[in-house]
């Protein structure tokens, strides 16, 4: 007996067989059809019972899994995927179609393509037959086996071959329902030919064994191909696993269709680093396949193990250059490095616009304005010293002018940002600066620290050397007929978005020359703005929050489809002198933190900072992101030990991918530690 869970929508379907000379001579039932096809392969599938590992089934740990395996080798060899043989299972034992079990060992597993080699016991292991490549087209009928419900009979699902080389070219997809039911079972034609393995694959090719398994019963179905999943077993025959492999290095574009692919981030002492790749190099060519958009060098990479080699052709300025570097499968963990330095931001009359992001659904894509670099003086960039910063406990006063770092000349706050990244905890630092008031330029040698492990509180000393500085930075009106007074209290703007929604924003008054800090909320759409104004008005003025409520039309909590209408809240904000989007934060709970790592860590946004209300950043959520100049808070304080485990395991997650995670302070309340924290963030 067959279990099918999907048939194809008409009762039957006639497959021509052949012809004889003019006319048509044969049809079957599709039912028929697909009968004939599982009985030549049935006996190559395998029903596996794992026991022990560290298997979790909706977030909770199960002791023993049940899962599916093609026999590849009259030796016994069974490829299966990794889904259910996670950790280090007790054992493996397999199931025949006549029900006599034998065991199996695990020689190696593909962390790419998520597949298992395993060795059983025994003999009489029938093989399956595999199709030919050139032999699966899209259009075709194809069927999904596995052995879940009992060893006697696999279960079935019918669909289509949907597409071909999907995931970064790694995989067949089909419409036939896929689900743990049947991860590790064949994909197979209509001739009992096997198409490929299925295994869960999520759309960016990456993360644990797990991910991709939300898509399970969607209609959108991964099958590693056959010839290519034979291939990998030859190399997993040995005995070693075959890992992901990471260049060290963010890639950057002005969109996803744009041709000019540039190098962004590149982490010190990573395989790009030792190449000698530098932030700003074009990349024209990638294992000679030309990069015409940000996806190819994704897609070439995702789809590579550690220890194979990656040749580049870059431009940097008008030279070209040929590099080749040997993926890594880890990276060095980064501590970022810290100064204990403040920048200003100051309101400047006429702000200075970036350059405009592209962002689908907004014409024109958008400005990002960095506000303080309108203020920038000739010569250098006025900071304030933390008192116990690596800068201050080497004697440097309170305010200085800072005019090089390690030798590179400091014109603007945004170079001054774009050295970032390259200041390691522990590393060497040269200072050269003026103390405020004097034309002499003297000179300090000191090490980075590391940012502070709690959000440490801000003084009302530090604000109030920081109104000075902001006073004395601030531009000049042209015509001092122009100079207004800012009205005293909190502003109330509510604007609509070209009907994507609303956006809100309640803006601190007065005269102050700090510029603002964005606070953006992403889950308030059910909160009375009374009561948000309430919790948040002792940090408006004091530390110049600016809050920011978008509100979809339906007055639902925002999801992926209101990305346009957050970015589009950020683009009204921006064009406001006052507001100094380095400081920007992204408040959000948990069932949010794909939306926010989204808005902030997936382009250009100008986010730096990312606070959690509840719960944590998985490690899958945030697969491919490094995390140096960017920030994370979890203010989650949930008493139940398992939450508690998580947030430790995303913590340190977190900060090994150069993210600055500082702990919450617990005598203060969330607003408190969310405007200490935007503060912060302009620090280096």
């Not at 492990?453 to 801000?458: A, Q």
């Amino acid at each position: 007996m067959l279990f099918f869970s999907r048939v194809p929508a008409i009762a039957t379907v006639l497959f021509v067989l052949s012809y004889w000379p003019g006319c048509l001579c044969f049809a079957q039932d599709a039912g028929t059809v697909t009968r004939q096809a599982v009985e030549k392969v049935q006996a190559a599938v395998v029903r596996l019972r794992v026991i022990g590992g560290q298997q979790v089934v909706d977030g909770e740990a199960v002791n023993s899994l049940v899962t599916t395996g093609l026999v590849i080798s009259e030796a016994g060899e069974i490829l299966t995927s990794s889904f259910a043989l996670q950790g280090t299972p007790d054992a493996v034992l397999v199931e025949k179609p006549d029900g006599s079990r034998v065991n199996a060992r695990i020689v190696a597993t593909d962390h790419v393509r998520r597949i298992v080699l395993l060795r059983a016991e025994g003999s009489g292991w029938v093989p399956a037959k595999v199709a030919a490549r050139d032999a699966i087209q899209v259009g075709q009928y194809s069927i999904a086996l596995g052995r879940f419900y009992q060893s006697t009979a696999p279960s079935v699902s019918v669909g289509i071959v949907s597409a071909l080389n999907r995931i970064h070219g790694m995989a067949i997809q089909t419409d036939a329902r896929i689900s743990p039911v049947n991860y590790g079972g064949p994909l197979i034609g209509l001739s009992g030919e096997v198409y490929g393995i299925l295994v869960p694959l999520s759309p960016r090719g990456r993360g644990n064994a797990s991910s991709g398994l939300e898509w399970y019963d969607s209609g959108i179905g991964f099958a590693i191909p056959m010839q290519d999943a034979l291939k990998i077993a030859e190399r997993l025959r040995a005995g070693g696993d075959l890992h992901p492999g990471l260049m060290g290095l963010s890639l950057a574009s002005k969109g996803a269709f744009s041709s000019r692919v540039t190098v962004g981030r590149v982490l010190p002492g990573g395989p790009a680093d030792k190449a000698g790749l530098q932030e700003g190099d074009r990349l024209l060519k990638i294992n000679d396949r030309p990069v015409d958009r940000i996806a190819v060098p994704e897609e070439v990479i995702a789809a590579c193990y550690s220890e194979e080699n990656i040749r580049l052709n870059v431009m940097r300025g008008q030279q070209t250059l040929d590099v080749s570097l040997t993926l890594a499968e880890s990276l060095p963990e980064i501590i970022p490095g810290y100064l204990g330095v403040l920048t200003v931001g100051s309101v400047a009359r006429k702000p200075a616009a970036g350059p405009a992001v592209e962002v689908p659904g907004i014409p024109g894509g958008i400005q990002l304005d960095t506000g303080a670099d309108a203020a920038a003086k000739k010569g250098g960039v006025r900071l304030l010293v933390i008192p116990d910063g690596a800068v201050g406990k080497a004697g440097v006063p309170a305010q200085i002018e800072v005019m090089s770092v390690n030798g590179l000349r400091v014109t603007s706050e945004s170079s001054l940002f774009r050295l970032t990244p390259k200041l390691i905890s522990g590393g060497g630092v040269k200072l050269t600066y003026r103390v405020m008031g004097s034309d002499e330029e003297k000179f300090v040698e000191i090490l980075a620290g590391q940012r502070p492990l709690t959000v440490p509180s801000v003084s009302e000393e530090l604000l109030s050397q920081w109104e000075a500085l902001a006073q004395a930075n601030a531009s000049k009106p042209e015509n001092p007929e122009e100079t207004s007074v800012a009205a005293a209290g909190i502003q109330r703007s509510d604007v609509e978005i070209e009907g994507r929604g609303r956006c809100i924003t309640f803006t601190p008054g007065g005269p102050s020359k700090r510029s603002s800090a964005p606070v953006i909320l992403l889950s308030e759409h059910a909160t009375l703005e009374d009561a948000i104004l309430n919790r948040w008005k002792p940090f408006l003025e004091s530390l110049r929050i600016q809050i920011i409520i978008p509100v979809n039309p339906d007055k639902s909590q925002l999801t992926d489809a209101d990305v346009p209408l957050i970015l589009s809240c950020i683009q009204q904000v921006s064009s406001a002198a006052a507001v100094d989007l380095r400081r920007t934060v992204l408040v959000a709970s948990r069932d949010q933190a794909a939306l926010a790592k989204q808005l902030a860590f997936d382009g250009p946004s100008g986010i730096r900072g990312v606070v959690l209300t509840t719960g944590w950043f998985s490690q899958t959520e945030l697969e491919g992101v490094t995390g140096l100049g960017a920030s994370v808070m979890l203010l989650d304080a949930d008493a139940n030990i398992a939450s508690r485990a998580l947030k430790s395991e995303s913590s340190q997650f977190l900060k090994k991918s150069g993210f600055w995670v500082p702990e919450s302070r617990q005598d203060v309340s969330l607003e408190q530690n969310i405007a200490d924290f935007s503060v912060l963030l302009r620090s280096l």
